[in-house]
């Protein structure tokens, strides 16, 4: 193979629209990456975090002693924490033991838990949003790309008496290049988007059955 066909001197010798497109799609895929492997151990840890706390939580079943292990200051709370935390709290809020007191604190706990775990899964889906624009976006980008450098080598051809695949291959194939990037940065990111979106609603599905189950739970204190 005639090394001037190369992949990498076709990158090299490409026009200057060209490289400029090729270098946004690879900066595209690297933060695609960057943001699929920070993002997955993000949700290792949540789903670590969800077994963890729901096993204490069945292991003790005196809601003021769980209460009292979590650590005061909501920040330094895992989501878990944070979540039957702010139940809690908004349970015990009122000292009165009436019917009607307890049913009004079993729906503020409600409410509020509802709102930590929706705060938490919004924090989850963080970035998710760049994710998908990457996916959607790369393989126009390259296409772009791809147009501009054919385009340039058709007019390159005004300027010959006569045209053979020797003269329009390599601007062609340069050009094509071009997609080649685009789909290089849109396979993966389109991959992970969907893997980690699965992911991030399986952990918000296992945030409401925490809720629900706590939320029973506090209808039945008397």
């Known amino acids: 193979m005639d090394d001037s066909l190369s992949i990498f001197s076709l990158i090299i010798s490409a026009g ?3 490289q400029v497109v090729m270098f946004i799609l690879v ?18 840890d949540a789903n670590k975090d969800i077994k963890t706390f729901h ?41 009165s033991a ?3 007191a307890l049913v009004m604190n ?19 889906d963080g970035s998710l949003s760049v994710l998908a ?15 501009w450098g054919i385009m340039h080598s058709f007019i390159g051809l005004a300027s010959v008496k006569q045209a053979t695949i020797a003269i329009v291959a390599p601007g062609i194939a340069e050009a094509l ?12 990111a389109t991959i992970g988007y969907n893997r980690l979106v699965t992911q991030v609603e399986s952990i918000s599905n296992k945030y409401t ?13 008397k």
């Open 16 to 18: 200057f629209v060209v």
């Open 27 to 44: 900066l595209m895929s690297i933060y695609s990456w960057t943001i699929i492997m920070s993002k997955k151990k993000t949700l290792m």
């Open 55 to 95: 096993n204490n939580f069945l292991t003790d079943t005196d809601l003021k002693a769980l209460h009292t292990k979590i650590p005061e200051v909501a920040s330094n709370r895992s989501p878990m924490e944070h979540i039957f935390g702010s139940g809690y709290s908004e349970f015990t809020h009122s000292t």
């Open 98 to 100: 009436s019917n009607q």
């Open 106 to 124: 079993s729906e503020r706990a409600y409410r509020a838990m509802n709102t930590t775990a929706n705060n938490e899964i919004d924090r989850l």
């Open 133 to 147: 624009m990457i996916a959607s976006s790369s393989p126009y980008i390259g296409l772009f790309g791809t147009v």
């Open 177 to 188: 290049i071009a997609t080649a990037f685009g789909l290089f940065a849109a396979i993966p």
């Open 209 to 221: 059955a925490f809720i629900e189950e706590l939320f029973v739970i506090f209808q039945r204190q």
